[in-house]
Structure formats: structure tokens, C-alpha cells
T-cell receptor
């Protein structure tokens, strides 16, 4: 069965520092991997996806993520965090079927 | 508007009542999804439509939950005999292409259901 794990409930980082939000997955077959962000009182917004090709994918707002097949990971990264990046981040996986399964989410707090 | 629209944004009801939640997807999106998000949790898959038909309803928790999409556009999630445990935010998402699941989902802002 598909599953997604986000091992950290919260990540704290100072503004200007690099950030990483971790995600690992378990699927049978080739994974389609996604990151979404949820700001307070807003709907989930797509950030980026990995389907195939280059393991490093770039997305909105300066975010990027690296697909690592051997470690079954898809960590979200940003070289320099902004206070406005503070939000709830969800990793998600699909396998070519119809479901997209979401992780429990990681709250990112960027301190000025 | 151009985005996914969900109504009502908030619904408070009493235990045992019937509730309908509506989703109007992005025009031209053939795939429509319902998710449920409880406090502190990620979205939990409920049901997926491709066109008018429910292609996968394996996430519906029990037979009190039902969803329709009669004309392949607007969808309604129906909950009978509501229970306090049904309280959550119900999210609708649409996608241009559901087959192969490579497309990103576009979410509405959700309908917050509170069952007293």
C-alpha cells in the first residue's frame, strides 16, 4: 500500500538560513511525488512535483526537492528561508492510479 | 472565479442531521476528488470521479457518506445521520488529467463541518 511519512511535526529555522522538510514514501511501482503548502485559512497549493527525469526539481517560491530512490525520500528544500514561508507543508504520493496520498504535514516556522 | 469553489464554507449541524457539501471544480477539469482533513492531520482521500462516474470510492468511511457528480462538473458530498466524529474540513480538488495521476491537484478552501 502507498504511504507517506513526514517525520517532523515542526521545523524551526531562522530567516536567511537554508531549510529542509523531510519526506519518505512507500509505494509499489514508480512514484509520482508532490509537495503542497497550506497557509492559514487558505486551500492547499501545489508547490512542485517529481514524475521522472532529473532528481532535483524546482518549484514555486524558490522551493526545490530532491528525489532519492535508494532512500525513498523526497525532501523539500530552500536555500534561504523567508518569514513568509511559515506554513504547513504536505508531501504526497501517487502511483499512476487515481489516489494521491498525503502525509500528516510539517509545520514550518521561520523566525525573523 | 477561476478556482475550485466550495460551499458552504462553514456548516454547523446537530448529530443525526443530513448534510450536503458542494464543489464546483475548475472548468474543463475532468477529475474531481474529495478529501477530509481533521485537525492536525493531512488530507484523507475519500472519493475520486473521472467524469460522471466514481472511479474510486474506497476512502468513504461508511455507507452514511455518498457523493455524486451527475453532469461531470459540480459534485455534492452527502452525509446522512451525521456523527460528532464527522466534524472536519472537507476538501474538494480538481485536476485536468486524472488518469496516470501525474497532474497536480487544485484545491478549494474547504467546507468546515461541525457536528454538535
Amino acid at each position: 500500500a502507498q504511504s507517506v511519512a513526514q517525520p517532523e511535526d515542526q521545523v524551526n529555522v531562522a530567516e536567511g538560513n537554508p531549510l529542509t522538510v523531510k519526506c519518505t514514501y512507500s509505494v509499489s511501482g514508480n512514484p509520482y511525488l508532490f509537495w503542497y503548502v497550506q497557509y492559514p485559512n487558505r486551500g492547499l497549493q501545489f508547490l512542485l512535483k517529481y514524475i521522472t527525469g532529473d532528481n532535483l526539481v524546482k518549484g514555486s517560491y524558490g522551493f526545490e526537492a530532491e528525489f532519492n530512490k535508494s532512500q525513498t525520500s523526497f525532501h523539500l528544500k530552500k536555500p534561504s528561508a523567508l518569514v513568509s514561508d511559515s506554513a504547513l507543508y504536505f508531501c504526497a504520493v501517487g502511483t499512476g492510479g487515481f489516489k494521491t496520498i498525503f502525509g500528516a504535514g510539517t509545520r514550518l516556522f521561520v523566525k525573523a | 472565479g477561476a478556482g475550485v469553489s466550495q460551499t458552504p464554507s462553514n456548516k454547523v449541524t446537530e448529530k443525526g442531521k443530513y448534510v450536503e457539501l458542494r464543489c464546483d471544480p475548475i472548468s474543463g477539469h475532468t477529475a474531481l476528488y474529495w478529501y477530509r482533513q481533521s485537525l492536525g492531520q493531512g488530507p484523507e482521500f475519500l472519493i475520486y470521479f473521472q467524469g460522471t462516474g466514481a472511479a474510486d470510492d474506497s476512502g468513504l468511511p461508511n455507507d452514511r457518506f455518498f457523493a455524486v457528480r451527475p453532469e461531470g462538473s459540480v459534485s455534492t458530498l452527502k452525509i446522512q445521520r451525521t456523527e460528532r466524529g464527522d466534524s472536519a474540513v472537507y476538501l474538494c480538488a480538481s485536476s485536468f488529467r486524472g488518469v496516470g495521476n501525474t497532474g497536480e491537484l487544485f484545491f478549494g478552501e474547504g467546507s468546515r463541518l461541525t457536528v454538535l
